[in-house]
């Protein structure tokens, strides 16, 4: 059962501040992750201290950087409950976990990070850790 929607308010705009598209549907998730949008950070939102303290502002952080994902998307878990089971399986080769971070290139998964990773580190480790990921995922070549 979902979440007051009116609990959660607060919780998205921790993200969707920073430019984050919300997916509340299957469909937003389809059109989010589309091979055409190029990288997109795909971030599963959740009500749990981790995801206050530490996943929300890293990610925050890690938007700052200059070399970003194409698009950045999310989805709350226990609040858009059909685009999470419908991203979920999307991403079945990875146990489900909220929150978590995702990051997809050409509508395929490339990087996958897990609550069990954001509880073991603080928000400037989650940012410097999905900088590193942009870096490696998200740089465009330089055409010469």
Request: net charge negative.
């Amino acid at each position: 059962m979902p979440y007051p929607e009116q609990l959660l308010i607060p919780m998205r705009q921790d993200l969707t501040q920073y430019g984050i598209e919300e997916t509340r549907t299957p469909a937003d998730v389809d059109r989010a992750i589309a091979a055409e949008n190029g990288t997109v950070l795909m971030v599963v939102n959740s009500v749990c201290g981790c995801a206050a303290g530490k996943a929300r502002p890293g990610i925050g952080m890690a938007l700052q950087h200059s070399v970003r994902p194409d698009k950045a998307a999310t989805v709350f878990a226990g609040g858009d409950e059909a685009a999470l089971e419908h991203l979920r399986d999307i991403l079945s080769d990875f146990p489900p976990s909220s929150p978590s971070i995702a990051l997809f290139q050409n509508g395929k998964p490339v990087y996958m990070m897990h609550r069990r990773d954001i509880e073991s580190r603080d928000a400037y480790q989650i940012a410097d850790v999905l900088t590193s990921v942009f870096d490696k995922y998200c740089a465009k070549a330089v055409a010469q």
